[in-house]
């Protein structure tokens, strides 16, 4: 019997839960267990762990794109299993920069078949009026994802060895495939433009705005998530080892208060409007970063309230701004409306890893404060960035 209703956006969540177990395994585990014992520099590292997001940005375009022609559930099955082989190869053959960055990039080229094809599964499949709280739910669920990858990746690393990390999470995006299979066929419509034609959503310019704030979202997102490990391991040994809580721990916290962060800002969104919404969390959040780079050497637990302060900022505008794209795609283009989201997303997510690990060795380095204050000025710069999209796309709306 094929899912509906409740039943398929449950699966596909937690699908996408076990897809996302790979998700940050570089960034969680390279502060302790990558770049001392390859040498690693800050932007080396930052390079590393945004080949995954650049791989992902490389794919997406076409393996989203296909989604107007063919069943999504068709890639996301191939993008599950691409992720995964590729993260366990990761763990079997990685001994250094180059190798790293390719097999990583690989993995990312695998979600690129993965996150947005499962979203367009779940689209496709929902009723009329389900559409703007599921697709809240399914990118929620990333953020459960995201914590639980951090929690697995420096537990198991810490147990077992850095290896066996890749190779265990690597077995989470069996779960999506497992759910594929009871999903009912779905017909595309006949698409009205060509395969890789993206002028229908470039004359968007309603999603257009979305997509360019979530460009602006997604490099504040993915700076914090490459550098957050290595901030509080900065923190702990800037303590003598004791900082209110370990680096896994509050990773993890972060990463958790996101899911419940980005549900609640898309119901403020609908209440009060998104464009209002996205804008007032988006400024909030470049202040409270401002605020943990000038604190850097403060006492812990006031960098840990604003950190998880800023764990609540930063992803409250995630569904919001996901379900205004795609409540502003035009029908016929929505698989490759939500390709240009997830390029321009991905592509500045691999940015936001790099970018902030060069500002962090032009401030003095990750063992310095100046290096973390750069960091954080960084993606604070970045996320204003999002209500001047905003604005744009709404002015020329007219």
């Not at 367009?120 to 990118?139: I, K, N, Q």
């Not at 409540?327 to 970018?355: E, I, K, Y």
Request: hydrophobic share 55%; with cysteine; glycine share 14%.
């Amino acid at each position: 019997m094929a899912l509906s209703g409740k039943s398929l956006v449950l699966a596909l969540c937690l699908g996408q839960i076990g897809n996302l177990l790979p998700h940050v395994v570089v960034p969680a585990v390279m502060a302790q267990h990558l770049m001392p014992p390859w040498g690693l520099s800050a932007s080396e590292a930052g390079l590393m762990a945004g080949a995954y997001a650049f791989g992902y940005m490389l794919a997406v375009p076409l393996l989203t794109t296909l989604t107007d022609r063919i069943d999504a559930r068709l890639i996301l099955i191939v993008g599950s299993a691409v992720s995964g082989l590729a993260t366990i190869a990761f763990g079997l053959f990685a001994d250094g920069l180059l190798s790293a960055a390719l097999i990583w990039g690989l993995a990312g080229i695998g979600f690129a078949g993965a996150y947005m094809p499962g979203l367009r599964a779940l689209t496709d499949r929902l009723g009329p009026g389900d559409s703007s709280r599921s697709v809240t739910m399914y990118t929620a669920t990333f953020s459960l994802g995201v914590g639980l990858s951090f929690l697995a990746s420096q537990l198991i690393a810490d147990r077992l060895g850095w290896r066996y990390a890749f190779f265990l999470t690597g077995l989470g995006p069996l779960a999506m495939i497992a759910a594929c299979l009871g999903l009912a066929p779905v017909k595309p419509a006949p698409a009205q433009a060509g395969l890789l034609n993206f002028m229908p959503v470039l004359r968007n310019r309603a999603a257009m705005g979305y997509i360019l704030g979530y460009g602006a979202h997604c490099f504040e997102l993915y700076g914090l998530r490459t550098w957050m490990v290595a901030f509080w391991a900065f923190v702990v040994a800037r303590n003598g080892g004791s900082a209110v809580l370990e680096p896994v721990v509050v990773s993890f916290i972060v990463a958790i208060l996101a899911m419940p962060s980005s549900i609640l800002g898309n119901e403020a969104a609908l209440r009060w409007g998104r464009h209002r919404a996205i804008t007032l969390v988006m400024l909030v959040s470049g202040l409270v970063g401002v605020l943990i780079g000038a604190a850097a050497e403060a006492q812990p637990a006031l960098l840990l309230a604003l950190l998880l302060i800023y764990a609540v900022t930063v992803p409250a505008d995630s569904g919001a701004l996901t379900s205004g794209m795609s409540a502003s795609a035009d029908p016929a283009v929505r698989g490759a409306t939500f390709a240009m989201h997830s390029t321009v997303g991905f592509g500045l997510s691999a940015l936001g890893g790099w970018g902030v690990g060069v500002a962090i060795d032009a401030g003095g380095g990750p063992a310095s404060a100046s290096g973390w204050l750069a960091g954080f000025l960084v993606m604070a710069a970045a996320v204003l960035i999002g209500p001047l999209a905003l604005w744009w796309s709404r002015r020329d709306a007219g």
